[in-house]
């Protein structure tokens, strides 16, 4: 990791934490947990200057195949600001991510950690929609959980 990098994962690591408990990865990730939702953070040197973060949110996991589960969360992916939905068809189901890279160099502290909550919030939010949605559809109550 370069020394740019170290130093943003290190400014995204104290932002964080005025919100959640966070835990660094021995190749320098961070994960914490938004309610119910798993996140982790990566930094990465780009190119000279430009760094950014990475952060990527479990939205949802083993949620049952149907399609207007996956055209709804395809509706959302198109509403949000911050953030790409992604959607992983597996054996088990689907599996919903929020991805959101950005160069974060120079953000103040403060500016850091309320971009950063604004994407695990939108994350929570949407994976409490899906669930809604998911047992309208799906006899299993409870799932992704």
Partial sequence: MSSEAADLIGQARAA???YHDVHAD?????????GDVP?????M????????????????????EDPNLA??????????????LGVVHTERGMD???RYAFPAGGLALAA???LLMLVVSTASQLRGELLGKA??????????N
Avoid: K, M, N
């Fill in 71 to 84: 055209v709804s969360a395809a509706e959302r992916a198109g509403q949000g600001l911050f953030g790409t």
């Fill in 26 to 34: 021995d190749d320098g990730a961070l994960t914490f947990r938004h």
């Fill in 96 to 98: 919903v991510t929020l």
């Fill in 135 to 144: 047992a309208e559809h799906s006899s299993t109550p409870g799932a992704g």
């Fill in 39 to 43: 996140c982790a953070v990566q930094a």
């Fill in 45 to 64: 040197q780009l190119a000279e200057g430009l760094t950014v973060l990475s952060l990527t949110c479990v939205v949802a996991w083993d949620l049952p």
């Fill in 112 to 114: 850091l950690g309320t």
């Fill in 16 to 18: 964080l934490e005025s």
